[in-house]
Antibody, heavy 121, light 107 residues
Framework: QITLKESGPTLVKPTQTLTLTCTFS????????????VGWIRQPPGKALEWLAL???????RYRPSLKDRLTITKDTSKNQVVLTMTNMNPVDTATYYC???????????WGQGTLVSVSS | EIVLTQSPATLSLSPGERATLSCRAS??????LAWHQQKPGQAPRLLIY???KRAAGVPSRFSGSGSGTDFTLTISSLEPEDFAVYYC?????????FGQGTRLEIK
């Protein structure tokens, strides 16, 4: 069974850097899970879903072009974790951030429960 | 970036009725389209992938069809738990995009 859980701050100040961690189980993001990936999607309150970033088992990374300069996604296979950092946070970045599991290129096969991050001074 | 346009924005139906939701892409997707269901206060859940394949545990009343640029999600007979927001999502382009969603509400 695949599970994913997001963790991180619920409140950040404008201009700060957000660091979110996705802890997963049921797969490994190593050679034994060839093709797998973990990514992040966000959803501002009352709005639609927006893909942010993906990292694959072979360290291939993909970023939303409009946010590429602010995002970094990394993995720690020893801890079964993926970390997303987003710099220069702004109130418009207030959203629920979801971690997702990808079993094929750009697939979304499983969602985490999500974590709400508010940006306010 | 591939733009997905969903219609209608809101669909009002009664339990037992048939629901038909549409998703149109700005470029051909082949069959690389998925549908996700989101209930209030919950994370989305994958329903359909590659246009017509049901994800594990999804009831058979949910079906997907289409290819190229026009896709449909059909719910054959609505159950009370089906009233939710539905999003289409493409993976034809590595820059994943979603439609704006269709809200299925109880009439």
């Amino acid at each position: 069974q695949i599970t994913l859980k997001e963790s991180g701050p619920t409140l950040v100040k404008p201009t700060q850097t957000l660091t979110l961690t996705c802890t997963f189980s049921g797969f490994s993001l190593t050679l034994s899970s060839s093709g797998d990936g973990v990514g992040w999607i966000r959803q501002p309150p009352g709005k639609a879903l927006e893909w942010l970033a993906l990292i694959y088992w072979d360290d291939d990374t993909r970023y939303r072009p409009s946010l590429k300069d602010r995002l970094t996604i990394t993995k720690d296979t020893s801890k079964n974790q993926v970390v997303l950092t987003m710099t220069n946070m702004n109130p418009v970045d207030t959203a629920t951030y979801y971690c997702i599991y990808s079993a094929c290129p750009s697939c979304i096969n499983q969602w985490g429960q999500g974590t709400l991050v508010s940006v306010s001074s | 970036e591939i733009v997905l346009t969903q219609s209608p924005a809101t669909l009002s139906l009664s339990p037992g009725e048939r629901a038909t939701l549409s998703c149109r892409a700005s470029q051909t997707l082949s069959s690389y389209l998925a549908w996700h269901q989101q209930k209030p206060g919950q994370a989305p859940r994958l329903l359909i992938y590659d246009a017509s394949k049901r994800a594990a545990g999804v009831p058979s009343r949910f079906s997907g069809s289409g290819s190229g640029t026009d896709f449909t999600l059909t719910i054959s007979s609505l159950e009370p738990e089906d009233f939710a927001v539905y999003y289409c999502q493409q993976r034809r382009d590595w820059r994943i995009t979603f439609g704006q969603g269709t809200r299925l509400e109880i009439k």
